[in-house]
């Protein structure tokens, strides 16, 4: 059997068809399906997506669905995907986010030719129109990149050891921007 490559973490929460959306270019990936993982966290959704998600689950072995207690925010679920993650490298995507076909065999093989701890890649949005949040994908970031102060969104793959090393967890609870403190921490003991 494969050994898991990406681990692919979703928070979710009253998102209803907007997983539907997105869940065709997170299933469509050149990536062989037992390469890939993609782990939905619903925190505590009110509406059908929990119903959207178990039915999207049933005809995909590689589609994993935790639920949670809503925390009202997007840490705690992206925190309990990353305990679930097998794969060498964790790729953090909104609910409203698209990749392209190739988008992880292509970040994943990046990240192996440049032995990266983060790399950034390219993604579109379900939301109103989709729309381009990364132009091109990095070698390596460094704080004087200006390409790595562009962007402090989680979308990226992160390597899943170096994650683990450094104990890098997103603030639970209300906090506004918690992303910024998990990249920012990723990039400041990132190697490459």
């Not at 072995?61 to 207690?69: A, D, W």
């Not at 970040?107 to 132009?135: I, Q, W």
Request: proline share 7%.
């Amino acid at each position: 059997m494969p050994r898991v490559k990406v681990s692919v973490v979703v928070p979710v929460y009253n998102t209803g068809k907007y997983v539907d959306e997105c869940a065709p270019s997170l299933l469509g990936q050149s990536l062989p399906a037992d390469e890939y993982e993609v782990i939905y966290v619903d925190d505590g959704s009110t509406d059908d997506t929990l119903t959207r998600l178990e039915k999207i689950a049933a005809g995909h072995p590689n589609v994993q669905v935790h639920t949670q207690p809503n925390s009202g925010w997007p840490g705690a679920p992206r925190n309990l995907g990353m305990r679930h993650a097998k794969g060498e490298y964790i790729q953090f995507v909104d609910h409203d986010d698209m990749l392209g076909p190739e988008a992880l065999e292509r970040l994943y093989e990046h990240a192996k030719r440049n032995d990266a701890d983060v790399v950034l890649g390219k993604m579109s949005s379900t939301m109103v129109r989709p729309r381009r949040l990364f132009r091109h994908t990095v070698d390596a970031c460094t704080i004087e990149n200006d390409e790595l102060m562009q962007s402090m969104s989680p979308h990226k793959m992160f390597r899943r050891a170096f994650v683990e090393e450094h104990g890098l967890l997103f603030p639970e609870g209300p906090w506004i921007l918690e992303d910024l403190a998990f990249v920012s921490a990723a990039y400041l003991k990132a190697e490459r």
